[in-house]
């Protein structure tokens, strides 16, 4: 007798079967297996059979009316209950929903950028392979090692030949200010696009390293010269239509040089499936490499010290191969080429690591620390518990309300556990409706979100299935972190005193970690506070700071020079000058701070044939440099026209950086460029300006005169009629250039980018301390308005034995300013221990100040107050016999 | 009242039932057919039969005691109600005046 039944088709046949029936029908068909056990197998057989053909309508339960147990229909009641309870205190769901649904959207934000953000070039299948090759070096003024993304010229050639164990080397070079040309079939020129960035030179390899899915044609052309990919979008723009793309042929001026060196002629062998808005290769045409003036320098180069800022090396390492030993020879390898000058070494960087390395950067200059994805991991969890908070507050708070009901439930045989159940439901419900609010605020949020960081976050939970999974648990967490104390509080409420009025018992106790949690709120709160100030005020420094010259209304105009503008230029400058509006004209390489623009030399000193090892910032500019940006001279005269170097000018950073005690000290010494190429000598030395940007102190610098280095026209404007005067300044250039692209740039917009980062991060911080206050008003209003109902009687008391209006407010208002009080004395430490460490990162920083802080706190109680003022003057104004007249 | 019809199948069982008096429940009204049909029939037809006429109001059940064989399950015994008995016997007139208005000749040696 210990043979059983099958288990399946019994748990089936208990599945279908109607609840009356499956007692007798079990019952029957297990005693028919029983008599049939002498042949076990047909036994069970026959059961399966019997089961299955008890599956008919008459035997099936009902879908519809389907006989519940009691704990579902228990359940149900719950939500109805809830629902109801919700409808019926409408500003109290409305309050926590809202802070519940902020919260959870700056979370839901927070997340979609980190998951946007760590998905950077993770789509390659071989990316665990796929590394950058970096330049190690050492400055002689910095203690660390630093690490450029430019490698020298001939360092692709050499990795493939003498580490044969690499299976793929892709030098990559990322042009800029590219010109192209689109031609009709007799060559004539149909359209113009300029390309500001996106224009890369590569060989197929690239391709065998990443992938970048074609449409059409294939990666080898890559390997001659003249040929081009265009990606599907750049093929529409140029030609309408990417199929008619294919074969076609584009003319390219490339960029980035100071001479022009003609056109060349690409034939579109190939379109690129549209690039993914997480890769730091935003590819908009790719170029074989040895094509173009610029391409057959760096194919064709032997010199290791000659390199360009955006030529960098990819390579693919075979599996199993260990980063660490290709370091290692790398270094051996290096040392064959070093010279006393030139000590470079080179290393390789995993693929992975790019998007993180803000330091050595990128081609999409998209880099993101992780310590900043931790920070706003933080600041998420800072909103979210501070939402939290606000509902565990107001629920406990709220408790008073609903002891009757409580007490009603336990006395009809509730036991603690059901009712805890009760109120984790009640909140599911309103986490349920806070997510759902929460996803529709961020998906409205998210366009502007991707505008300030100028980012392109996708919010598609079809897409991407993470999101759901975020909501999910975001509901269970916040329903656990929320639901539980309130939960545990209210079951616990005693039905005999609840029922009989006396709720007094156990209330104090809520009231002591209400205080707790309204403090921990203000914390977060005026800790954002503090640090939004202190970033705005950093922020202020740098745009307002005297930068040591004139950067108001001048506009810098790039071109690039042939012999024959050259002879241009001073026509040019003669017709600008005659224009209305146009103050001074001087042509230059670069601005007075320009950043990655600028170019960093070696110089000798007084006709020593070595080098000094001080490398400062090289910037060409004419006689009209100086007054035209207001440098100050300290010593000696400004520089003579002249289109060859002739003068020097330095600053006193240089002086200082040669050990000279006086400016006058350096006048009429030589200084040596480009290994003493350049030999002229000082004439003037100039007054420290910021010639870098704010985060470091000002460089060494020289400037001279030669004409075919300049490559911008610095216009100086008077202010009024800014639009009119630069429409002419476009007419007298299209007639001088006309087969240029004219666009121009004002100089404070160029120095305001310097500080986006800064820039971005200071809004960010004033959205979130915007919340943060806003979450804790709202948790604020709540309190005081459940306060205010709370102690109806006693203000009535206080009225009728004489307390004044005034006394009334002052009685409400007294608790919530010891609250925040306590609040900004520990806000205090903390903020100024992170914006501190935040500052050292500057070398120019505003002093944190007392007022900073004080003005921090003063606007938490301010806003606290005018929050809770609300209620506290309709209670005070309350008439108290009205209160007092009913028991 | 609503009038019942009482299939054939159903009247077997219902018979069945009848004999069975106080024993019939389905595997006992199944293995009495089985054995008198001398056929196999499927315990879920007797089972719908009994449904249907229990809702008919043929017959009556209540629930006997657990057998081991049964695992731990009741037996569900049936009993013929008046209204069953009676349908029976009508059918059974019915029947047998029908029968007796066979022409004898016709079959007639």
Known sequence: MNERPPKWPLLFLRWFCREDYVEEIEGDLTEIFHRRLHSPAKARRQFLWNVLKHFRPAFIRSINVKPRKNSTAMIRNYFKTSFRNLVRNKNYAFINITGLAIGIAVCTMIFVIIQFQTSFDTFHPKKDRAYRVLTAYRRADAANMLYGKNIPYPLPVALKTNFPAIEEVAPVYASHSDELLVVDANGATVKKFKEERGLFFTTPAFFNIFNFPLLAGSYAPLKDRNTVLLTKETAEKYFGNWQDAMGKTIKLQSGGFMFDHGTDVLKVSGILATIPANTDFQLKLVVSIGTSYIGTIMTEATNWGETTPDFSCYILMPPGASAGNLNQQLSAYAKKFQT??????????PVNEIHYDTQTGNYSNKTISHQLLNVLWLIAAFILAIACVNFINLSTAQAINRSKEIGVRKVLGSSRSQLQIKFIIETFLMVTIAVILAAGITLLALPSVNRLLELSV?????????????????TIAVTAL?????????????????????????????????????????????????GTLIIVKQMDLFMNQPLGFDKDAIVTVPFRTDSLRIARLDYLKKQLLSTNGVQAVSFSSNTPVDESRDTWNPFSYNHSSKETGIYAITKFADDEYVPDYKLQLVAGRNLQKSSMVREFLVNESLVKSLGLKNPEDILNKSIGLWNNVMTAPVVGVLKDFNDRSFHHKPAPLIITTNVTMYNQAAIKLTTTNIASTMQSVKNIWEQTFPDFVFEYRF????????????????????????????????????LASFMAAQRIKEVGIRKVLGASA?????????????????????????????????????????RISGWIFAAGGLAAIIIALATISFQAIRAALANPVKSLRTE | MQYHSLGEFEELVLLAVAALHDEAYGVSIQESLAGKLSKNINISAIHVALKRMEDKGFVKSRFGGITEERGGRRKKYYVITAAGKHMLDSQYELRTALYKMIPKISFGR
Not at chain 1, 458 to 474: K, T
Not at chain 1, 752 to 773: D, P, R, V
């Open chain 1, 747 to 782: 100089l404070d917009e160029k120095i305001e980018s310097f500080y986006k980062q800064e820039n971005q991060l200071a809004q960010l911080y004033k959205i979130f301390a915007g919340i943060a206050i806003f979450l804790s008003c709202l948790g604020l209003y709540g």
């Open chain 1, 340 to 349: 006393p000058e030139n000590k470079d070494s080179y290393i390789i960087q």
């Open chain 1, 806 to 846: 005034a006394n009334i407010v002052y009685l409400f208002s007294k608790e919530f300013i010891i609250l925040i009080t306590i609040a900004f004395v520990i806000a205090t430490p903390i903020a100024w221990y992170y914006m501190h460490t935040w500052l050292q990162d500057y070398v120019y920083r505003i």
């Open chain 1, 482 to 530: 929320a639901g539980f104390y309130p939960s545990v509080v209210l079951s616990r409420f005693n039905p005999v005193n609840v029922l009989k009025s006396k709720h007094a018992a156990g209330t104090s106790k809520g009231i002591s970690l209400r205080r707790g949690l309204v403090v921990f709120q203000f914390i977060i709160a005026q800790a954002l506070i503090i």
């Open chain 1, 458 to 474: 996708p919010f598609n939970i079809v897409v991407n299935p993470a999101i759901i999974l975020f909501l999910l648990a975001i």
